[in-house]
């Protein structure tokens, strides 16, 4: 089992429960395995291994919380 990180963009965040709501999201994925979100760095790296969710995953996830979110290149 593989993984690999990504950085996503997330816009929306207003404080630091935000960022471990999108974390408690994130690490309900299959195959995810470490994420680490900042409110101040408007960011999430994601721990993926990529057989079994991929980063459009992360970011549908992302988005039904209400935030945007965009894989940072």
Do not use: N
Not at 45 to 73: K, N
Request: charged share 20%.
């Amino acid at each position: 089992m593989a993984t690999t990180t990504h950085v996503f963009r997330v816009e929306g965040m207003h404080c630091g429960s935000c960022a471990l709501l999108i974390d408690d999201a994130l690490e309900d994925l299959p195959g995810v395995h470490d994420t680490q979100t900042s409110m101040k760095a408007g960011s999430a790296t994601v721990e993926l291994d990529l057989a079994r969710s991929s980063p459009e995953d992360v970011i549908a996830a992302i988005t039904e919380l209400g935030y945007q979110a965009t894989q940072a290149s």
